[in-house]
């Protein structure tokens, strides 16, 4: 599976700055107090579910979840720093998430055109009909390869790794050499709670500091570098405060919608800058400009529209002000994670 993950990032190695996300994530369950092992355990079944969703279809919905799955296990397993060795199994989340991505973008570039084509006049829409079908072709190729490297996921094995019983056996122990286990002991009676609690509010304070930093730089810009950034930062927050309550630890549901908010409207620009890059990038192929010289012509006059439409995006996106409550309810939540961390462990009182 290392050399399939190699070869696939050879061709496009870093996630795209746009990760879009249509249609919109899924929220996360919050009826009832969880532990991480409980939520980690659960995480596992909706990304085993989503990955053979995506092997049976690789449509836009279950490549879409598969996405989200990997992005919260990734966070959860972030909080078990401190606990176990995590960071290959996070890196693997990555890298599984950014194959999809090749896909995803697509899907994305897809549906906006799809409804330009709705909106526009007769010769506008055959030249935005020209980029659909090319980017349909690019898309059946990308998702041909992307599903081989999927395919080689071992969701069971990532479960097994991670000390919770997978449903299906691993005959060949050969298959876990160096792997970090938790050796007879199942995750969910391994990691301390209290631990990870603490880890949590220091690791909220920091992911807000973070994030705030970034907010407080931030002017309007044409940099996809910048704005994403930005949105990365504004997910870590975002992941976090969802973990953390549905562990219990306060109500942050208004922060959370303030930056999914957040992360569409810098996403809307991101999928249009992708797209104009994509563009571009087709006509620039020296074959396809030799044999489409007149299109190649249209698909540039479609790609200049898209330029106009970013700069109206980033005079609303700009200034961007980060809501008192956003910090009102980290810090809420921070001083519950660590009253929980602090209190004495029942071996501590029985002693005293």
Do not use: C
């Not at 549906?111 to 898309?139: C, D, N």
Request: hydrophobic content about 40%; charged content about 30%; proline content about 4%.
């Amino acid at each position: 599976m290392v050399e399939a993950e190699k070869g696939l990032s050879s061709k496009r190695a870093a996630e795209p700055p746009t990760t879009p996300d249509i249609p919109s994530d899924e929220q996360p369950e919050k009826k009832q107090s969880r532990t991480l092992p409980e939520i980690i355990t659960r995480q596992l079944e909706h990304l085993r579910t989503h990955h053979s969703s995506v092997l049976a279809t690789m449509n836009v919905e279950a490549v879409h979840k598969m996405r989200v799955a990997t992005r919260r296990l990734q966070a959860s397993l972030d909080l078990l720093e401190h606990e176990m060795s995590v960071r290959r199994l996070k890196r693997r989340l990555r890298n599984w998430r950014r194959a999809l991505s090749l896909v995803r973008n697509y899907d994305v570039f897809l549906e906006m055109l799809e409804r330009e084509t709705a909106i526009r006049g007769r010769a506008r829409r055959e030249q935005i009909q020209l980029v659909t079908a090319k980017l349909q072709e690019q898309r059946a190729h990308t998702a041909a390869e992307v599903r081989g490297f999927l395919e080689q996921i071992d969701i069971d094995r990532l479960s097994l790794r991670l000390g919770v019983t997978a449903p299906l056996a691993v005959t060949d122990p050969g298959q876990l050499e160096a792997v970090p286990v938790i050796t007879g002991s199942n995750l969910l009676s391994a990691i301390d709670e209290q631990n990870v609690a603490g880890y949590a509010a220091g690791r909220l304070d920091q992911r807000l500091s973070e994030f705030q930093a970034l907010v407080a730089q931030s002017h309007p810009t044409t940099d996809p570098a910048d704005l994403h950034q930005l949105r990365i930062a504004a997910k870590r927050v975002r992941y976090l405060l969802e973990i953390v309550m549905q562990m219990g630890y306060g109500d942050a549901s208004r922060a959370l919608a303030w930056l999914r908010s957040l992360q569409d409207r810098i996403g809307d620009w991101h999928d249009l800058e992708a797209l104009e890059e994509e563009i571009i990038t087709i006509v620039s192929d020296r074959e396809f400009l030799k044999q489409h010289l007149g299109e190649s012509s249209d698909m540039l006059q479609a790609a200049e529209r898209l330029q106009k439409k970013k700069e109206r995006l980033v005079s609303l996106l700009f200034p961007v002000r980060a809501p008192k409550h956003l910090t009102v309810t980290s810090q809420r939540i921070a001083r519950a994670l660590r009253r929980h961390a602090s209190r004495k462990r029942p071996a501590d009182e029985v002693s005293t």
